[in-house]
């Protein structure tokens, strides 16, 4: 099942994948980028990509145009593409949008979540209470709320999310793996609520509960400066 963002189901996809070569590349590329093999700052070299992939150049430079479309990398003149850096203030605007956006999405889609996605839903939740991993949590947690967005029809506002999502995945690790799993109670007790509001179809309260939970992890980053140091 393709998610939002062009993950799939069962922990990604590799260059021998299905789809063209560029599409193949992307899929590599945005992998090793979410899972923070490629870091904020590192650049990409598209003779290297080439070469690991036994590719030409042309399939790598527009796999890149197309991570630069979903906000996972940016591309240079003269110099090539690297994964953004961000500071703590970005990271805070990127936020409060996240804040505005999601909430918005949500409720465009939650008349249109099947009864499979629903089911789906809680089976993600179940699978993120009983881990410890912090790669495992992140990569759930992603599938979680891109899931219960995959009702919105409308494409703008989905593409915006992933982007958005995608620009501060590196920052949810470093908090994830600075804040242990000891709070890790209140993002399943978040997570419950919202999910209990899809099930009862109730767009007010998915749009209250998903506001406070992105507005929380806002706060507390910005209590953790150490997650921008060393950026670049």
Request: proline share 3%; net charge neutral; glycine share 10%.
């Amino acid at each position: 099942m393709t998610r939002p963002g062009g993950e799939t189901r069962g922990g990604g996809v590799t260059a021998a994948g299905p789809g063209t070569t560029s599409e193949r590349i992307a899929c590599y590329l945005r992998r090793e980028i979410l899972d923070g093999t490629i870091g904020p700052g590192q650049r990409i070299r598209q003779e290297d990509v080439a070469e690991r992939l036994g590719a030409s150049r042309l399939p790598v430079r527009e796999a890149l145009r197309m991570l630069a479309a979903e906000g996972l990398t940016e591309l240079e003149t003269n110099k090539g593409a690297r994964v953004p850096a961000l500071d703590s203030h970005e990271v805070d605007v990127i936020y409060q949008m996240r804040e505005r956006l999601e909430p918005l999405a949500v409720t465009q889609s939650i008349a249109n979540l099947s009864a499979d996605a629903l089911a789906e839903l809680d089976v993600i939740q179940t699978r993120i209470e009983r881990g410890d991993d912090v790669g495992e949590f992140l990569r759930l947690d992603r599938e979680f709320h891109l899931l219960s967005y995959s009702g919105c029809a409308i494409e703008q506002l989905l593409s915006s999310v992933t982007r958005l999502w995608n620009c501060t995945q590196h920052y949810r690790r470093a908090f994830m793996t600075i804040s242990g799993s000891g709070r890790r109670w209140i993002v399943n007790a978040e997570h419950r609520l919202l999910l209990d509001a899809l099930v009862r179809r109730d767009p007010t309260d998915a749009e209250r509960y998903l506001s406070g939970h992105i507005r929380r992890t806002r706060m507390e980053l910005a209590r953790h400066p150490e997650v921008f140091t060393g950026r670049g």
